[in-house]
């Protein structure tokens, strides 16, 4: 297992600065890891972090992990929250780590590093054992099918599709697009 120091280095230059997200998502994800008995997390390949945060910390939590979303072993689920799960497939084991509610936010301007280095990451983190089900077209590894859109052609992997009056489509053609033509 890398250091905190070289965790932290690594995720600045992904990132492109260290802030408080950024070592906090560090933090939590090397907890998480070490409460799974992980030592080596960027080389441990049945590794999946779910993150709760489209934020600085998920960056962190992708690096310290090695988790990608196109490795499909980084999962986001938009809920706002600073907090990630961290699964293990080869055990079966899942954890969800988040700050308690007692911990402070810290204030714009003050260096990130000072102001957490005295913490404990059992100070700053409360974790619960979690279930975490992981569909088989979810998974890391090859897509287990794809069909082309009645309507578009585009191919759809890993049963995203949706039929409608008798038609397999693509989200965006039912009507679920983030985008205008």
Do not use: N
């Not at 600045?12 to 890891?33: D, E, K, T």
């Not at 077209?137 to 049963?159: N, T």
């Amino acid at each position: 297992m890398q250091t905190l120091e070289q965790d932290l280095d690594d995720a600045r230059a992904y990132h492109g600065h260290l802030c408080h997200g950024m070592v906090m998502g560090v933090r939590m994800a090397r907890y998480g890891c070490r409460l799974l008995g992980i030592d080596d997390p960027r080389s441990y390949r049945d590794l999946v972090a779910f993150v709760e945060i489209d934020r600085c910390a998920t960056d962190a939590v992708g690096v310290v992990c090695g988790v990608t979303l196109g490795r499909r072993r980084l999962k986001w689920k938009d809920y706002g929250k600073l907090a990630a799960t961290f699964a293990d497939l080869a055990t079966g084991k899942a954890i969800r780590v988040a700050p308690r509610p007692d911990v402070p936010h810290a204030e714009h301007g003050v260096d990130p590093i000072e102001f957490w280095k005295d913490w404990t990451d059992e100070a700053l983190f409360a974790w619960t054992p979690v279930t975490v089900v992981i569909p088989i077209e979810d998974l890391p590894g090859p897509p287990v099918s794809s069909v082309d859109c009645a309507r578009c052609g585009e191919p759809v992997k890993d049963c995203r599709e949706v039929v409608m009056d008798g038609l397999t489509l693509c989200r965006s053609c039912a009507g679920d697009s983030y985008y205008e033509v």
